[in-house]
């Protein structure tokens, strides 16, 4: 009698490495809306300064889908920004790669995450909740939009 085997093999994997000076054109199509100067040149200048300090690409099985960042405030704190490609967001993504950042933050010795976003942006706001900030302040901005400020123990 023939016997046949079944393997299933999670492919399910989410990374974060270093962008390369060439993906400056996969960021500008993506999330120009991250940056004030959506230039070649300067995203290229913002790659490099991601070599040595907390900015990476996410990947997803091994795809480039998104943008994660941890922007260092001089205050000892941190301040992060995610961003996923449309499609490939609600598959748990952000979260897992902010649990792989959080540890490079954790190794460069940080000990608070900040953050801040919207009170309207649905999304940004789960996340935050899932990932275990805490609200700590709700304001309103200079142009008069609710905002929640959050923070987080590393
Ligand atoms: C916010 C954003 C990064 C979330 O990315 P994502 O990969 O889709 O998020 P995840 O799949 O990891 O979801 C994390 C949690 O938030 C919830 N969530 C995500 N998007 C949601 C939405 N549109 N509505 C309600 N809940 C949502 C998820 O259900 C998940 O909770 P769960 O674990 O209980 O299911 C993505 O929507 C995005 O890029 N938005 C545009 C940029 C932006 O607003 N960035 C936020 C700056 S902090």
Known sequence: MTQYALVY?????????????EDATFIREHFSSYF???????IEKRIDYWQNTLGFCITYNGEKVGMISLSDKQ?????????????????GIARKAFELIRGRAKERGYSIIASSCAAGNVASVHLHEKVGFKRVKKEINSVGNEM???????
């Open 9 to 21: 093999i999670n492919m399910e994997q989410v990374d974060i490495i270093k962008f390369k000076k």
């Open 36 to 42: 004030s100067d959506d230039s070649i040149e300067s």
């Open 75 to 91: 205050d000892g704190r941190l301040c992060w920004g995610v961003m996923i490609i449309e499609k490939y967001r609600r598959k």
């Open 148 to 154: 929640y400020r959050w923070e987080m123990e590393i």
